[in-house]
Nanobody
Framework: QVQLVESGGGSVQAGGSLTLSCAVSGRTTSGYCMGWFRQIAGKEREGVAARDSDGTTSVAGSVKARFTISEDNAKRIHYLHMRNLQPEDTAMYYC??????????????????????WGQGTQVTVSS
């Protein structure tokens, strides 16, 4: 019933910035957990960032200095802000939600099995 749709991907030169959006539709329980993941070609999907129901966030160490997340709760849109992008950031990026948590997200929540709902992904390509 719940749908997640990512947008905002594209091509950018190294050093540039992009903000990805994840729009949530359908019925959601209060206090669900949200996460962002990426999958680099030939590698396993990896957690990038997550948020708790109280707004607390976690960001993976590999991108902590450059990525942040935020949300517009009224519109149910979640954002991944990426700056100083590098070629190694080239990947398919996904947002995910966990409707089982009851609002308790136990950060850092960066494992793929921590989530029940996934968006279709949006491609980010960074050129040198």
């Amino acid at each position: 019933q719940v749908q997640l749709v990512e947008s905002g991907g594209g091509s950018v030169q190294a050093g540039g910035s992009l903000t990805l959006s994840c729009a949530v539709s359908g019925r959601t329980t209060s206090g669900y957990c949200m996460g962002w993941f990426r999958q680099i070609a030939g590698k396993e999907r990896e957690g990038v960032a997550a948020r708790d129901s109280d707004g607390t966030t976690s960001v993976a160490g590999s991108v902590k200095a450059r990525f942040t997340i935020s949300e517009d709760n009224a519109k149910r849109i979640h954002y991944l802000h990426m700056r100083n992008l590098q070629p190694e950031d080239t990947a398919m990026y996904y947002c995910a939600a966990d409707l089982r948590s009851g609002g308790y997200c136990s950060l850092p929540r960066l494992g793929i099995y921590d989530y029940t709902q996934w968006g279709q992904g949006t491609q980010v390509t960074v050129s040198s």
